[in-house]
């Protein structure tokens, strides 16, 4: 005989609030799978997915407003030695992503080429922020030896080509690959060979994980399950993107 319900699973689904970054990506295409698919569903699970920027996200799961969400590692821990009740659950990043991105041509080629540089930002927050000051610390720089200049919009890219800024912060996987793109080689800065610091990765509040762990373990094991699946078929990945988010549909080989 076929359970009705998965086991662990009640008869009714468990609502789950689930927090993403704050633009709509194809880095969260495990998430729209694994909702589209069904698996979520059939997991006793009724999730709901919003998008925030990350301390927003990190106090709203604390309060236990958002039952979960994909969050800085570098977050978590900041937000805990203040008193914020949060904890990381589970590893989606297994190297950190955080990354400053330059232009080939620019003459910056380690993190000591950053003094004097005007270097773009979204803001004084979250992992990209942990990692320039890293970064800077690594090369025998302080923040005062740049110009820090803010796109609270995350238009750092832009402005980067555009000649506004020598240098942006981004994401491994994001940044460097538009500059290919746009026909611009770029340069990454990373700081995994001098600091280790802790990827993004699922994060709950403690008051959350006590009062619905069951469910944020099913949850949990169907998101990673539609990870893997998205390493054998990357086009599943899109596809559930796609109809997520129409809009990057545009342009299929940059996603």
Request: proline residues 7%; glycine residues 10%.
């Amino acid at each position: 005989p076929v359970a009705s319900t998965p086991p662990g699973a009640s008869a009714t689904p468990v609502a789950l609030t689930v927090g993403l970054g704050y633009i709509p990506s194809v880095q969260f295409a495990q998430f729209y799978l694994a909702d589209q698919s069904g698996a979520y569903d059939a997991a006793g699970l009724d999730v709901t997915l919003q998008n925030k920027i990350d301390p927003e996200l990190i106090t709203l799961l604390g309060q236990g407003a958002v039952d979960i969400g994909s969050g800085d590692g570098t977050s978590v821990i900041p937000a805990v030695s203040q008193g914020i009740p949060v904890v990381y659950t589970s590893t989606i990043y297994g190297s950190f992503p955080s990354v400053v991105v330059a232009a080939a041509d620019s003459g910056i080629a380690s993190a000591g080429d950053l003094r004097g540089k005007r270097i773009g930002i979204p803001g004084r927050y979250g992992s990209s922020w942990i990692m320039l000051q890293a970064l800077l610390q690594a090369g025998g720089l302080t923040l005062d030896d740049v110009e820090i200049v803010l796109y609270p919009d995350f238009g750092q890219l832009a402005a980067l080509q555009q000649g506004q800024v020598d240098a942006a912060t981004g994401f491994a996987n994001n940044e460097p690959i538009q500059l290919e793109q746009a026909g611009i080689e770029p340069v990454v800065l990373t700081v995994d060979e001098e600091v280790p610091l802790p990827g993004p990765g699922l994060v709950t509040g403690v008051a959350t994980l006590e009062a619905k762990e069951d469910a944020l373990r099913r949850f949990t094991a169907v998101t990673l399950d539609a990870m893997r699946q998205i390493v054998d078929d990357p086009q599943a990945g899109l596809d559930a993107t796609f109809q997520a988010v129409p809009d990057l549909a545009a342009d299929p080989e940059l996603q």
